[in-house]
């Protein structure tokens, strides 16, 4: 079964910093982008980046590019998030998903997984 | 970057067709993306490249482009259908993006 399982809820402090874990299982971890995605309460999606399992290339959102830490273990088909300088803003349910394709053009985020609560 | 823009709410009655609009300036050169959120639920794809949907997901679930404009249908529409709705898209370098979401609510 293809599956994306994340690590449990943390809480953190303000000024503190979090990693979240994302384990792939029932597909070949290398050849799918790994997205992370974030919610806070009541709000909507918001894309935070990605990173390439296969050559550990990253790319993020502006928002969070001097905070935000993208990283991989293929060995074990887990990737990381870490946040820095956490603040309240940062409570949230975050999210990592697989990016798919067909037929060589990108086909949307498939997989999901069930997402983590972060509370700051 | 560039952004999406969603009506925040739409309501429709059952057996009724819902239609959820998505405009974005870059939406007639990148595709669009359509997901479902449940409350406490992940998002679920329903609709990648403007019009395609993945196995598994009701024929009463379509996405039809104009423009810079992109249409989520739903024909038909069922009680369980009641969810948040984003839309999504991405420049060529990369950076994805999602519409604020629109609230479906079946009266």
């Known amino acids: 079964q293809v599956q994306l399982v994340q690590s449990g809820a943390e809480l953190r402090k303000p000024g503190a910093s979090v990693k979240v874990s994302c384990k792939g299982a029932?597909?070949?971890?290398?050849?799918?982008?790994i997205h992370w995605v974030r919610q806070a309460p009541g709000q909507g999606l918001e894309w935070m980046g990605w990173?390439?399992?296969?050559?550990?290339?990253?790319n993020s959102a502006q928002n969070f590019q001097d905070r935000f830490t993208m990283t991989r273990d293929t060995s074990i088909t887990t990737a990381y998030m870490e946040l820095n300088r956490l603040t309240s803003d940062d409570t949230a349910v975050y999210f990592c998903?697989?990016?798919?394709?067909?037929?060589?053009?990108?086909?949307?985020?498939?997989?999901w997984g069930q997402g983590t609560l972060v509370t700051v | 970057s560039f952004e999406l823009t969603q009506p925040p709410s739409v309501s429709v009655s059952p057996g009724q067709t819902a239609r959820i609009t998505c405009s974005g300036d870059?939406?007639?050169?990148?595709?669009a993306y359509w997901y479902q959120q449940k409350p406490g639920q992940a998002p679920v794809l329903l609709i990648y490249?403007?019009?395609e949907r993945p196995s598994g997901i009701p024929e009463r679930f379509s996405g039809s482009s104009s423009g810079t404009t992109v249409t989520l249908t739903i024909s038909g529409v069922q009680a369980e259908d009641e969810a948040d709705f984003y839309c999504?898209?991405?420049?060529?370098?990369?950076?994805?993006?999602f519409g604020g979401g629109t609230k479906l609510t079946v009266l």
């Open positions: 998903a697989r990016l798919t394709y067909y037929a060589n053009s990108r086909g949307g985020f498939d997989i």
């Open positions: 029932g597909y070949t971890f290398p050849d799918y982008n």
């Open positions: 990173i390439d399992p296969n050559t550990g290339s990253t």
């Open positions: 870059t939406l007639p050169k990148q595709y």
């Open positions: 490249k403007d019009t």
């Open positions: 999504q898209s991405a420049d060529s370098s990369g950076t994805w993006v």
